[in-house]
């Protein structure tokens, strides 16, 4: 039976209340008497990867550092973070430790389904709770007027990227805000909080909108909008169901990096 996502959160949450921040993984690890192992394992495998040795009852966790995983990067962190719910996530652990549940590959990808796909979405969740608790988290947003700067200064005090950052941000449903990662000028997935007014971008999962900060980084080559607040409008960037609301005004934070951006949107 699948545990429930509200368990997880709990779990990582009591376990990060025994560290201070930013979560220091490699002792948690220590703690539990987990091998962490980083390698380089090529581009074209995998992110990590936990493994349970049972003559020597050991749990293994392999990280590879081709893939950018280094001890102290951001993405290394979220990797070891989603190995470690492997291992504190009962039902993945006990079902390893009786061979039900082969160690598979773990390559970061929030939105593909496969087989694992359960399994990786519970690891996620755990990972993202146990780097950013919950209450501490919210903490550091409450009182505090959005902007894409103290997105990025919370996510520099728990040492997580932006995006990891805004995505958590966006599951607690602080301020409705939608999250947009475009490639090459195309939308490959939009996220959004429960309550933000629009459900869709004006040409959906599509080509990116052309008045917007993404919009001038793809179609003008213009990336001086970036990384700073810009005020943006209702029907340049979403499906509006009323003429009225073309004019709402919204504000875009967009990070771009070669042929890739990174957007939240809320509304001002």
């Known amino acids: 039976m699948v545990m429930k996502i509200k368990p997880i959160k709990t779990l990582a949450n009591e376990i990060a209340s025994l560290y201070t921040i930013p979560i220091p993984l490699l002792d948690i690890a220590e703690d539990e008497g987990i091998s962490v192992i980083y390698d380089d394992y090529g581009t074209d495998t995998f992110d990590g990867i936990t493994w349970y040795e049972p003559q020597l009852d050991t749990f293994y966790i392999h990280v590879n550092t081709e893939r950018g995983n280094f001890r102290d990067s951001l993405k290394g962190r979220f990797t070891l973070a989603h190995e470690l719910g492997h291992y504190f996530i009962d039902h993945h652990r006990h079902a390893m430790e009786k061979g039900l549940m082969q160690p598979h590959i773990h390559c970061y990808n929030p939105f593909g389904r496969n087989e694992n796909w359960e399994i990786e979405r519970e690891a996620d969740e755990f990972a993202a709770n146990l780097l950013m608790p919950s209450a501490q988290f919210l903490d550091d947003f409450r009182g505090q007027t959005l902007s894409g700067q103290l997105i990025r200064s919370v996510s520099e005090k728990y040492k997580v990227s932006f995006s990891a950052c805004a995505i958590r941000y966006m599951r607690l449903n602080f301020v409705p805000v939608m999250l947009v990662y475009s490639q090459n000028g195309k939308v490959k997935w939009q996220m959004r909080s429960p309550d933000f007014p629009f459900h869709r971008l004006r040409y959906g999962v599509g080509k990116v909108p052309e008045n917007t900060v993404m919009g001038d980084y793809f179609y003008q080559g213009d990336s001086s909008c970036c990384n ?41």
């Open 228 to 268: 700073q607040d810009e005020i943006v409008y209702a029907g340049d960037c979403f499906q509006t169901y009323r003429e009225e609301q073309n004019k709402l005004e919204f504000l875009e934070y967009c990070i771009g990096y070669k042929n890739n951006t990174f957007s939240v949107l809320w509304e001002k």
